[in-house]
């Protein structure tokens, strides 16, 4: 497991546009999103991630498409600025068990 997790905290109009432009599903992103994390990896741990997200945090996940010859994958955790935080933790404690 080795994810690479990046968290932005009241972004800007333009970075929320890139990601509503690249989301998969972008009827479940809201209007007002304080915080942004997102998260790259490997399709099998970003699975285990939205799930760890969604079940531990009141926020709304959404796989960001792009191309990558390496085979990962990334998704976007959407929420308030607390939300977003602790479900990033509680991947950030997932992707550490691995090693």
Same mark, same amino acid.
């Given at each position: 497991?080795?994810?690479?997790?990046?968290v932005? *905290?009241?972004?800007?109009? *333009?970075?929320l546009?890139?990601?509503?432009?690249?989301?998969?599903?972008?009827?479940?992103?809201?209007?007002?999103?304080?915080?942004?994390?997102?998260?790259?990896?490997?399709?099998?741990?970003?699975?285990?991630?939205?799930?760890?997200?969604?079940?531990?945090?009141?926020?709304?996940?959404?796989?960001?498409?792009?191309?990558?010859?390496?085979h990962?994958?990334?998704?976007?955790?959407?929420?308030?600025?607390?939300?977003?935080?602790?479900?990033?933790?509680?991947?950030?404690s997932? *992707?550490?068990?691995?090693?």
């Amino acid at each position: 497991m080795k994810l690479k997790i990046q968290v932005i *905290n009241q972004p800007s109009f *333009n970075t929320l546009e890139i990601v509503k432009h690249r989301a998969r599903n972008k009827g479940s992103i809201k209007d007002k999103i304080d915080s942004l994390g997102l998260v790259e990896g490997a399709v099998i741990d970003l699975l285990v991630a939205c799930d760890i997200a969604e079940k531990s945090a009141d926020v709304t996940v959404v796989e960001l498409t792009g191309s990558c010859p390496q085979h990962f994958s990334s998704i976007a955790v959407l929420g308030s600025i607390g939300a977003v935080k602790n479900a990033i933790e509680r991947i950030r404690s997932y *992707n550490n068990q691995g090693q």
